[in-house]
């Protein structure tokens, strides 16, 4: 149990910020973002 906190506490202070970033892209241009695409800040 006290991994997997570390791993949800680890995915919040880096993951999440990505995968929202990626997210917003999304919905913006409608298609999934390829490696040269800026992504929008939060």
Do not use: I, K, S
């Amino acid at each position: 149990m006290v991994a997997g906190l570390r791993d949800y506490g680890a995915y919040l202070d880096g993951g999440l910020e990505l995968d929202l970033r990626r997210h917003l892209f999304r919905l913006d241009q409608g298609r999934r973002p390829g490696d040269a695409d800026v992504l929008p800040a939060l």
